[in-house]
Structure formats: C-alpha cells, structure tokens
C-alpha cells in the first residue's frame, strides 16, 4: 500500500478531497495530513484551535499520529526522507519546494482538473510495480 499526504487548509477541507481520503484509507493506504498550520501556539504566542482538523481527521480515519504540523516551516523538511509517494496541495509554492527538494510526487489541487485521477493513477502505477 502507498503512503500518502494531504494538505488541510483549502485541500482536506474540500468534501471531494476528504472523499479521496476516506477511499484510500478504506483501501488500506496510509493517509497523512501535513499541514503549515502551527501546533499549540503560533508565532505570537496565541493558542491554536485545530479542532476542525481533527474532526475531519477523525470522519475521515486518520489517525492521529498521521498529523503532522509544519509550524510555518516548508513542507518539504517533514515530507523528505519518509517514502512518502505523493502530496497533495494547494500552494504552488510548497508544491515547488517538494518537487525540488525531495522525490515525492507533487499534486496541485487548484486550476488542475486531473488532480483526482493523477492521485490514483501515482498509487496504480506504483502497485503494478511491485
């Protein structure tokens, strides 16, 4: 089964996203969300509220040991390294980084509308493989 991750803000809060989601969890994938927002506090000092994200986490199945937060640090730092097969993401610029910085597959949600089969189609490719 392949490893992948999700974007959360404006990606994993999309009903179309979280339902790609909830298939490849179904199908035995391991599903991340790595997100920029901050963990506990952000940069000011104030406390984070991420009860969203772990409701949706939660509906969708991941568990949540699968969070990861960035913090505001780009995502690349978490993502390389860990055999991750693909991201999905709306921010070009995360998205270039990745592309750059590491050998996961970069998938851009906005503008794009192959996002959804480009997903499946990375994971198809991959099992035939193997």
């Given at each position: 089964m392949s490893k992948v991750s999700f974007d959360f803000d404006s990606t994993l809060t999309v009903d179309v996203v979280q339902n790609l989601a909830k298939r490849l969890v179904k199908e035995g994938h391991e599903v991340w969300i790595v997100t920029s927002?901050?963990?506990?506090?952000?940069?000011?000092?104030?406390k984070c509220n991420n009860d969203d994200l772990f409701e949706i986490a939660f509906e969708i199945g991941i568990p949540f040991d699968r969070i990861h937060f960035c913090n505001m640090d780009d995502k690349y730092n978490f993502l390389k390294d860990k055999n991750f097969l693909w991201h999905l993401d709306d921010d070009f610029i995360e998205l270039s980084l990745i592309r750059s910085e590491t050998n996961i597959f970069p998938i851009w949600?906005?503008?794009?509308?192959?996002?959804?089969?480009?997903?499946?189609?990375?994971?198809r490719i991959l099992e035939t493989k193997r």
């Open positions: 927002r901050f963990e506990f506090t952000d940069s000011s000092g104030n949600r906005i503008k794009r509308n192959d996002w959804y089969n480009e997903c499946l189609d990375l994971i």
